[in-house]
């Protein structure tokens, strides 16, 4: 970590300074550069946290030197995870391709759905049992009922099954019936719930919240890892930005950036950063040309009589032509 | 709601896109309006789910004519909801000033910042006993036993307590022991958290996701409202943008925009939002100013020796000035 | 256009509504809609100033049937503009690829990377003369000289080349020397600018700005079409966000919208998106799997010692992979 | 500056860097500090474009210690430029008040705002001539009929004018009959306008673009002031967000950060930054707590019927309760 003090600090409010870093166990070193001073934390400066210096009225800017996630982090860790479901890896040389209805909706649906996406090239089945809606007055989702018509679809299909936890309290209950548990974006900080899932060895799908930096993406499956589950999935699925047209701006940079630093799987959803059916296949094509290790499309066989985000789902058919 | 149809849709589609309306149980209205086709649906529609109309590839644009928050709003409801805490108000004609430190730290500091602050004119104490942090090996808080600080510094200095609750596991202990429960930025849309806040008649503060619209803040709100429980207060502490001087940037136009569509109150963080403790005092006037009902105030009577935040904590002295 | 007025409008504030739009000559029909009222505003409003009507206080909400774009639009117009310079074609099945420098620094740096960038695949050749610096203290370019070297280079290598214009001053100049103007991000909306360009019949590469819209991009390209230049070229090249690890976030999903809206051909700069010459071959590769017409990258022969910008240029061996 | 190298940096790269530094003219120093090499260079580094350290390979993250901007900053500068407009001051301990109307439309509105706005305690004249649209088809003011009514309207009121320029041919006129030369938002980048600007010694209100830092904003107006004209006005009018409730957010933590960092005056304009003239009051008022030395307001004595803008004007009366 690197401070750098305001030209008006005067001595003795740097002498504190350096006493209270020396006091962490903190070795300094400090430069004149110009009127200010800059001070170099030697050591490892990773719990430090860094309000308790930023609090100091002479610390006009801080810089770190070493990345804050370092489970998550390429450095020092193997250069990429890959994650084996059943007999499906994710981070493989195959493209892993998760696809199903937005909102479970009956034994047929999603019997049918599963049939027709393992046909059209998925390898995993999603659908949404229990379903975060912005009014309470939407459909929630058939919650456990949801969940075991997913089970008779996978016993079915035989393909592994993806779908959304949104309470702790449900957590050994998707242990038992679910092959990948969701995070979805609303939930990224929701550190009560990373912290749970940490301590189980299930695969976890971290969704980018839609107002997440990488770092912070990076830091939330840091919660997971650190607390022993190196199960983790990144997906990129658009962040909110000014822009209107798309529901939200798909991030595709991410996927090299996240490559770059991490040694994590990275899918990408674009179906709910788009929000429009007919931006998916464009978008899911870049998607794998920038490198993406896998894919989370919602599919729906009659998208117009969906009961959730009809508008955002594709048919069978057009996801074949991206697989 | 209103739809607009593509000019190129077939006369086919628009008859089972009308057909698909009155199966809802609503009525509609069609005009010809250049090529397009306006229809106007008739009644309340609002709990009718847009995505199963926008999933129709023939509908181009949706406008609702009614908001989507019916118990938050103020039309069809009072004009103003005062919430009595103890002996103090929220939302009446005094300014609730809930002030306090980032973290509880230790018996020592709560009782002394509670008796500085109440003698800055604060009416109400806070303090975190749970704390929400980005990185997993940050202080976490002092958890129960922060509480169990809160509830002796109460007692010494007669202001009722607000803190915030992570965890649905522990509302029972919320509901025993704290006036107000705080639910923070990162869990405005945890849904599961929400109804069940929903179910007691504790008074919450619903702080402002910073990547929340104005109305996704009062549809949150709604959840809470929706349960039966009309004790919310919502608070403004800065939205996520480009601008990376300050931490977030603090909306105050949010502040006449909810108390224009809203009848419950507005109060605003500035510590958060800025980051910077020589922000609050402007900023925190700029709130009153702009019609705030109260301020949240981290205040810290040692800010460069606190254990989190202190960057963004004030002195006591400084409390003085704003109240 | 539709306007809902509030429920609180009088009949007397609603006759004045309606008597003043059907002043502007538009017929108007009105439905009553729960408390609200419906105005649909019948035949062509595209000229009428929403302003005019928003500030009456009792329209709540406007929704234009109608794009508000007219020649820049698909709808009515060609499916596709395809642009013929010298030899080469933007809009057509091959990829047009620009490359050169960021800034050109001398005669011998611009015809060597002319003669790479042409090996490697480019069709067009790019060079900035007059360069857009944040700070006055920057390099701002080699100006007038660098306009000489750029022709020079065009003469040895064949390629057609594109520079950025910065000033209505400067246009007859470009309008003899340069085959592509190019319009920056900073002045998308210099409407004297575009007014001008509007008045040749020179191509225009139109770059979108960092925190333009979809529909102020196809605005500003409306600009310069009304004017009675047909030949526009639409650059996707990043849009300002809270993400600050990249400079700006690529938005690819503005390459299929612009290609569902507008019949202009849209290409991509990853270079400035990104900002990290890393990045450039992935979001190139996801930019043509997005249907991009185009890419303008920066590349330099000696890109650790570029006058500007090395660090998000490319060398001429990795523009191949891209080609 | 500070440089810090990636681990995986060899030796023979460290020492191109370092000699590329020293060829500079520049001193660094170097520490170890985990793995990473951290370089602070000594001496003035202002103008120094970082993009050539950055194009390093082994560069990984670069610290400014100085701030980029000289004159425009408190360091090294007077505490607080005050700007005298004919008998007014801009800056000095009274608010400068400057309203009027979005487009002069007629002598006789313009005369009468410019009467009503004086009665209301405003001190100066604004009033478009040429309008910045974003639709080619929208009303473009009265351009150099605009000037001239302007001129009357000064005459008689008395009132000092401020006005739009939005092309460097009309610097001249501007010279010679505006008292105070506005840059709008979307020119605050046009490097063109402002090295022309900065030749002259006409005070220059500077708009904060809406997608520019505050930095950036600090930036542009160092163009003007090292042009040789130290007569700049900072003018924060709100930035683009994912918030459309508003038109943009009016971000106030800027006047007292802007305060802060550079001796300029700021002023406020919440008729643009909000886009609704209820806004308008609680605004101002939030801005002069804020600590703002000047309001910029939309006025008209007819906001229904204005021919732009309407919306966001507010009465003469209302400007009354803010002055």
Not at 53 to 75: D, G, Q
Not at 176 to 191: P, S, W
Request: proline share 5%.
């Amino acid at each position: 970590m690197i401070l750098i003090t305001t030209p008006e600090a005067t001595d003795v409010q740097i002498k504190e300074l350096i006493t209270k870093i020396k006091n962490l166990g903190i070795d300094v070193q400090i430069f004149n550069c110009c009127d200010y001073k800059v001070m170099v934390l030697m050591g490892d400066t990773s719990e430090i946290d860094p309000g308790i210096l930023e609090s100091h009225s002479i610390v006009e800017k801080i810089l770190y030197v070493k990345e804050p996630f370092k489970k998550a982090s390429k450095r020092g860790n193997c250069e990429k995870t890959i994650i084996r479901v059943g007999d499906e890896l994710i981070g493989g040389k195959r493209l892993a391709i998760i696809a199903g209805p937005c909102s479970v909706e009956s034994k047929e649906q999603i019997i049918n759905i599963a049939r027709a996406v393992k046909k059209s090239g998925a390898n995993f089945l999603r659908g949404g049992a229990y379903k975060p809606r912005t009014s309470p007055y939407s459909f929630q989702g058939l919650e456990i009922e949801g969940l075991e018509l997913l089970k008779i679809a996978r016993e079915i299909s035989g393909l592994p099954i993806v779908t959304e936890i949104m309470s702790t309290k449900l957590i050994d209950k998707f242990l038992r019936d679910v092959d990948v548990i969701q995070v979805g974006a609303r939930n990224m900080q929701n550190y009560d719930l990373l912290k749970e899932l940490g301590r189980t060895n299930k695969p976890v799908i971290l969704k980018r919240g839609f107002a997440a930096t990488i770092e912070e993406l990076l830091m939330s499956a840091e919660y997971i890892l650190a607390g022993g589950n190196p199960y983790v999935i990144l997906c990129e699925r658009g962040i909110r930005t000014f822009e209107t047209y798309t529901r939200n701006t798909l991030d595709l940079s991410s996927i090299p950036v996240l490559k770059k630093l991490s040694h994590l799987p990275v899918i990408v959803d674009p179906s709910h950063a788009t929000g429009k059916w007919w931006l998916v296949e464009p978008m899911a094509k870049a998607a794998v040309a920038a490198g993406a290790d896998g894919l989370m499309i919602e599919v729906h066989n009659d998208p117009e009589n969906a009961k959730s985000d009809g508008v955002q789902s594709i048919k069978p058919v057009i996801l074949h032509t991206v697989t």
